[in-house]
């Protein structure tokens, strides 16, 4: 079972629509969670940075971390096309020097 | 601010072939971490730098070899180039060792061709 498991979809979305994305893992250890985004060609780019569990709020995107269930989510909210891009799932242990492990990533289209 | 900054941002290197990829932090930030990434994959950890040293390192063979300056920016080295090592190879800074709580950030990446 790898660490972090990330469907990578892809997922098709109308402009305007919500959109879900989500990960899950095996390490208790974590702790800190974040989600990049990545255009093509280009690095990924952070967009939420949440510690343990609960949800946090940045414009149109929500965070949540459910540490109990090992599940975390982005909700994107009135998706636009600029927003078609891969999403990654991203957490480290509380330890200083510990790597960010990754998921695969999930790839989403906005249509417009 | 200038973010992370790596260079070349593309290379075609033979089977065999050795390849140096660098990679500038961004401003403030004296920690550099270097990752993998293969095509359709999300990146793989291979080592971490901090006070000019090789802190961790993921799963990866002794092929690959780093080096941070005292200015904070790190070079990555492969040797011995295969097939496989064809990827996004990725410098990601952040601030402290023991910040752990410190976002990293990341450069465009370097596209290595190997054939």
């Known amino acids: 079972q790898k660490e972090v498991e990330q469907d990578p979809g892809p997922l098709s979305v109308p402009e305007g629509a919500i959109v879900s994305l989500n990960c899950t893992y095996s390490n208790s250890a974590f702790q800190y969670f974040m989600w990049y985004r990545q255009y093509s060609r280009k690095g990924p780019e952070l967009l939420m940075y949440t510690y343990s569990s609960g949800n946090k709020e940045d414009g149109r995107f929500t965070a949540q971390v459910d540490k109990s269930s090992k599940y975390i989510s982005l909700f994107i909210r009135d998706s636009q096309p600029s927003d078609s891009a891969t999403y990654l799932c991203?957490?480290?242990?509380?330890?200083?020097?510990?790597?960010?492990?990754f998921g695969k990533g999930t790839t989403l289209s906005v249509s417009s | 601010d200038a973010g992370v900054t790596q260079s070349p941002t593309h290379l075609i290197k033979t089977r065999g072939q050795q390849v140096t990829l660098r990679c500038s932090p961004k401003?403030?930030?004296?920690?550099v971490s270097w990752y993998q990434q293969a095509l359709g994959q999300g990146p793989q950890f291979i080592f971490q730098?901090?006070?000019?040293?090789?802190?961790q390192r993921g799963n990866f063979p002794d092929r690959f070899s780093g080096h941070q300056f005292p200015n904070y920016s790190s070079e990555l080295n492969v040797n011995a180039l295969l097939l496989g090592d064809s990827a996004l190879y990725l410098c990601a800074s952040s601030r402290g060792e023991g910040y752990y709580n410190s976002p990293l950030h990341f450069g465009n990446g370097t596209r290595l061709t190997v054939t």
């Open positions: 730098y901090y006070e000019e040293e090789e802190r």
């Open positions: 401003s403030g930030h004296d920690t």
């Open positions: 991203a957490m480290r242990a509380n330890q200083a020097g510990t790597a960010l492990i």
